[in-house]
Structure formats: structure tokens, C-alpha cells
């Protein structure tokens, strides 16, 4: 069983930079996709950033490219998100996943395993 821990949410002024981490503590999805999705209050979970087992492929939503950047670690088994530039309608609970495949998953149901979430609040 996968186990993602995330770290790196916070209340940060609009303008700034955030960085996001996920470890998977279990060490199990060295060849699986992985990512980021948010969900703001009220709103349906929605996809934010991919990347491939390898690192080769990467996926951003239209709302954070250009401003987000998402990396792993395969020896450490970390992903993490830096995003830049941060707007009020970022703020959201950030949640790690795990696809089902080598290969991002940018649905929902393409995810295996999910974190807990961090919160990101960012303010005007």
C-alpha cells in the first residue's frame, strides 16, 4: 500500500513562490506516474501537474502553465510542485496521486493512490 505524504502548503502573499513535496514512504511507485490535483471550496478536484515514471513527460493544467514546475526523484521517491506567481484562485487543498500506469494521469479515475492534501491558501 502506497503511502503519500505531503508537505510545503501554507497561507503566502500573492506575488510569491511555493514548493510542494510528496514522499511516497513506501517506496512503490518508482514506475508509476505521478502528480498533483487541488480542490478549492466548493469546486470539483481538478487536475494541476504530471509527470511520467522517467521524468520525460510532463503535464500542466492551462491555469498553472508557465508558472508551475513539477519534478520527481525516483531514488527518493518524491514529486514535488513548484509554483510561481501565486494567485488568489490557486488556494486550494493540493493532493498527491499515484497513477495506475507509467504515464500521468490527468483523470481522477487513471489516479491509484492518493495523499492526504496540504493546504494552500494564498492571499490578495
Known amino acids: 500500500q502506497v503511502q503519500l505524504v505531503e508537505s510545503g502548503g501554507g497561507l503566502v502573499q500573492a506575488g510569491t513562490s511555493l514548493k510542494l513535496s510528496c514522499t511516497d514512504s513506501k517506496r512503490t511507485s518508482s514506475n508509476n506516474g505521478m502528480g498533483w490535483f487541488r480542490q478549492a471550496p466548493g469546486e470539483e478536484r481538478e487536475f494541476v501537474a504530471g509527470?511520467?515514471?522517467?521524468?520525460?513527460?510532463?503535464r500542466y493544467a492551462d491555469s498553472v502553465k508557465g508558472r508551475a514546475t513539477i519534478s520527481r526523484d525516483r531514488l527518493k521517491n518524491t514529486v514535488s510542485l513548484q509554483m510561481n506567481d501565486l494567485k488568489p484562485e490557486d488556494t486550494a487543498v493540493y493532493f498527491c496521486v499515484v497513477s495506475l500506469r507509467a504515464s500521468i494521469c490527468t483523470a481522477k479515475a487513471d489516479c491509484r493512490y492518493w495523499g492526504q492534501g496540504t493546504q494552500v491558501t494564498v492571499s490578495s
Open positions: 509527470i511520467n515514471w522517467n521524468g520525460g513527460d510532463t
